[in-house]
């Protein structure tokens, strides 16, 4: 099983949806969850962290479920500037993060 | 603009030559990763330095020779490489606060293609 899976999409969605992402982690000890942006031929950017509470930034929500192993993260209100791929990334301990294969987001007008 | 800096951005080598991937950051960090991403690959990450002491070899051929002589700066020393080793490879650098959020910080990484 690999550590941290993801869909790989594309999701095709048009502008002003609602799209989800859903991530699981085989690792029941780690410790902190991110999603990172990356855009085509540059480098991956930390969106947001995510926090056993669920947290919020703006337009996008993340969610965590431990028991579970499983990360969400909701965009609202979709922009044509949110086109990426979004790697979900677990901090497998000692400072070792493991990514994602990431899902493609392409949103259209 | 990051603060994590890799030089060179493009490098072609042949198999037989010998090269070096440089990567500086200035942010006071004390964790420094490489990491691999060839096309339609996810990001494998290669190798893990705490304190400038490597605390992470994923498995990762003998070609392929990792430096950190102080914490901000990081190599990847190159030699008898693969046409299958041509990827993308990125540094990041991390402050060191485990368990808690270690938010990682990229380089726009190096573009390395082995002919």
């Known amino acids: 099983r690999k550590e941290v899976e993801q869909d790989p999409g594309p999701f095709n969605v048009p502008e002003g949806a609602t799209v989800a992402f859903n991530c699981t982690y085989s690792n029941s000890a780690s410790q902190s969850f991110f999603w990172y942006r990356q855009d085509c031929r540059k480098e991956p950017k930390l969106l947001m962290s995510?926090?056993?509470s669920g947290n919020e930034d703006g337009r996008f929500t993340a969610q965590l479920n431990r028991a579970s192993q499983y990360i969400s993260l909701l965009i609202r209100d979709s922009k044509l500037s949110d086109s990426a791929t979004y790697l979900c990334v677990v901090n497998g301990g000692y400072n070792k993060l493991i990514f994602g294969a990431g899902t493609r987001l392409a949103v259209h007008p | 603009e990051t603060g994590v800096t890799q030089t060179p951005r493009h490098l072609v080598m042949g198999m037989t030559n010998k090269k070096s991937l440089k990567c500086e950051q200035h942010?006071?960090?004390?964790?420094m990763y490489w990491y691999k991403q060839s096309a339609k690959k996810p990001l494998e990450l290669m190798f893990v330095y705490n304190f400038k002491e490597q605390t992470e070899n994923n498995s990762v051929p003998s070609r392929f020779s990792p430096e950190c002589p102080n914490s901000s700066h990081l190599f990847l020393h190159l030699h008898t490489l693969q046409p299958e080793d041509s990827a993308l490879y990125l540094c990041?650098?991390?402050?060191?606060?485990?368990?808690?959020?270690?938010?990682?910080?990229f380089g726009q990484g190096t573009r390395l293609t082995v002919v």
């Open positions: 990041a650098s991390s402050p060191d606060v485990p368990p808690g959020n270690t938010e990682a910080f």
């Open positions: 942010l006071g960090h004390n964790a």
């Open positions: 995510v926090y056993s």
